[in-house]
């Protein structure tokens, strides 16, 4: 299987964050909160991409130093919920909603959204569902696509769970064809891979590679990192399907690697099956080690790529 993809320089997009950080400071020394406030978001923005969860919470708790503010404690909570703290990312949204006195806002909707993910994450469907479908309706009265696309993803993601797969399946669609009316020009990579995973779950392996490997191009282009290393153990899946064991665990070990960099809560969903199929391979803890290291040194050569073609070249 031979993919065409192209490796992103993003040292740009380094040097426009110092340029960024540089103005929030002087904005804050300035007390100038307003433009404080844009900047950090901007920032917190690109570093939740990243897997830099610690500073989004640095940079917003210094924000919160001056005045209350839902959009920090909702960079916070955010932060929180992909670091597995749902006390206290619930804590967080709970808090950015009591501060917004419109039930339209963008904050409250935000905050919504972050906590129908953590129900639905520790499977309270039902508490999910009831939030999801009142974060729809802000979307259909504000007539905000974006919020729309966000909550059908999640109700996606419940049916899935739940075995209901034509109505996730209908759902993400949805969702698809609602970004693509906005105009960004693509969709929501996570809306792509589960799709990928929708795909996988109805034995459709080509089209599960082929929307799995378009999902990485947007995340990597992005500097998405979660979404990369989700997406490299879905890939991972589809190999084991393709027979391709030790393909398979190569994809996993990098999609351990990048969830564990970032200190993701969901690099404990990968570990499991890297040793699951450690032990279906005879490897010893050692070899694995040993495996782990070199994948780790050819991903900075060529991303991934080399793995994702080794694992289908007979496709």
Known sequence: MKI???????SCLHFITGILDCARIQYIQSNILDLARETTNILSSFYLNKGLYEDVKDLNRNLLKFRPDSRPMIWIGLSNLNQGKYSEAV?????????????LSLENAAALHGLAVIDRTIGNYEQAEK???????????????????ASLKELALIDHSRGEIDAATAKLFDAMRIEKSIGKGTVCPSIIHNIGSIYTSKGEHEKARYV??????????KGDKHGEGMTFSRIALEALYNNRLEEGLKLYLLSAEILRSIGHVDYGQVEPIIEDLSRRLNYTKKQVNIMSRD??????KNRGWGFIESAFRDN
């Open 295 to 300: 994948v780790s040194e050819i991903y900075q």
């Open 91 to 103: 804590e967080c949204f709970n808090t950015a909603r009591s501060l917004t006195t419109d039930p």
């Open 212 to 221: 799995l490997i378009e999902a990485l191009k947007v995340e990597q282009k």
């Open 4 to 10: 065409k993809y192209f490796l992103v320089d993003i």
């Open 131 to 149: 939030k999801l479908h009142e974060l729809k309706d802000i979307g259909i009265k504000k007539n905000d696509s974006k919020i729309e696309a």
